[in-house]
């Protein structure tokens, strides 16, 4: 049992302003940081229970090892580039790679809707097999629960993974420094416009798929480079904006970024226009920023570029000291201006 | 990508008799197996995921892991006894102690249902931590979804754990031999009774808790005690009947019980009269078998009686070499019966 001095007792949200359980609870932006900064963190507790790292990283014997885990909802199960299986797999496997780990062996729990035909379930079986062959990766344990039909939404999936650590420097946020010089490893976007064109049944004059990968390849490959890595993180749930401030708020830093270095296809471009999104807070699903010192840079960006799917990196921006705890962007025009969190989400369900 | 040779093409399941999913895929049974065997297993393929055991155990280093998941989607979210939080945290705790595991660090995912009140979510928060805490082990990793109301049910958990294990040999159905003897650590059927009753709004004269509570401690106890452990098994999903068929079958062996050495509480055994249940079925959160050989029972069961909640261990029967594959069940007029696996489940969503 808890004692009360570290355990407060009623509900720490402000329940006048959020009674109920929001969407955007769940979108990644400003409410997702709330709820896990005033509830679920505070009530856990737990030293390897960072807000701002994608999986906990603790030592077994002489071996450092990653645990992460995510539930995938997404909706539809099926898009151009994936489906909810590559989803569940790259997702976790992602993490693992964020944490400087080669990803090893994964579990995966199904939470199955009454009704789901059975040949989806196979399709989606299927899935998990196939990228868990391409990521390098095991399922080794697992479960399948049935809810009533009507109480879940076909398939819900999620994965644990555990990776082993040979880096020997902490990658965090933490470990940023001023001067730091930020990578993105490809272009933009595709994920979030590729499961909203699906679920809206829109048409682009090109079909834009899903960027969905496993990065572990590519960062190993970086790792093995023999450059200072100071921090990774994929750009999932809120995309490369709320990544980059979450990042900025917790090594107390500036990230300074330039428009017209972070490469968004012009199709993505061109659909972002129409739907009234901002490519910054795109979900992506294979892609990841790396921040390196200056010195590193060169070898950073060739280590990167020798493996998919990060041949695309590019240099976009850099630490700097102040101000502190923001993301500002020099624009197109050669303005500047501050990247700020979204407060909900502009697409649910994207993971 | 997987090779033909390697995958069937086509849904393995005949989609004539089970063309969806339902929910007795989930309950436990025949179908769920039937599930796991022609579909999951095979697709899966790999030495570690295996049919019979609650969690994968591989090295990594010097070390030997336990690792296992599994997702909860209980209904009602509370119940006497426990929760939807205790049931995630005692369930995967539970799972890894099967392994012969000691718990160290869980990861938990959160899937909730849009318009759940906060206050609930809040709840089931604070019984998470009091159950990891309790069980001794440390939440490290987690993810928080959100799903649209209607496409969920308030609240599932997914839980993914590691273990150390200390113990030398392997604890599984295939270490099973003739003449071993088998140990139930204490009364059945509270957990379903206690779920069914609450989902139902039955009252009986007195209130019936579920049994959910951690095993390590009592596991570990007897771990220690220096007798041989050859399979130990909770007794969840499909109750103490189903789970000694998946070891008689596994094992090629038979085991033999006694109805009159099954402790099952009076107001259980109305409660089951009253609502046409068998208690062998019904779904314990607190209760295991370990299976050790003739010579050591004595002492097992000191050992098991030394820790609660096994402090009622009993001994129910033994193993011997035929029929293979079977269990038998000697009733209290002295015939005896064979134990059949249930086709679907006596309660679905228990866990």
Known sequence: MSSPKDFVLSCPLPLTDYPTVTLAHGGGGKLTHQLLEKMILPAFQSPLLETRHDGAVFGIGESRLAFTTDSYVVSPLFFPGGDIGTLAINGTVNDLAMC??????????????????????????????????????????????????GKGDGVFINTAGIGLIDYGQPISPASVRAGDVVLLSGDIGRHGIAIMASREGLEFETQIDSDCAPLASAVQKLLASGVEVHCLRDLTRGGLGTTLIEIAESARLHIGIEETAIPVREDVAAACEVLGFDPLYLANEGRFIAIVPQKDAERALAAMRSEEPATGTVRIGRVTDSPSGMVTMKSRIGTSRIVDMLSGEQLPRIC
């Open 100 to 149: 400087g780990a080669r990803p090893l062996y994964l579990s995966c729990g199904l939470i199955l809707e009454e009704g789901l035909p059975m040949d989806t379930l196979w399709r989606v079986v299927k899935s998990l097999k196939s990228a868990a062959d391409a990521a390098r990766v095991q399922l080794v344990t697992g479960d399948t629960k049935v809810v009533d039909k």
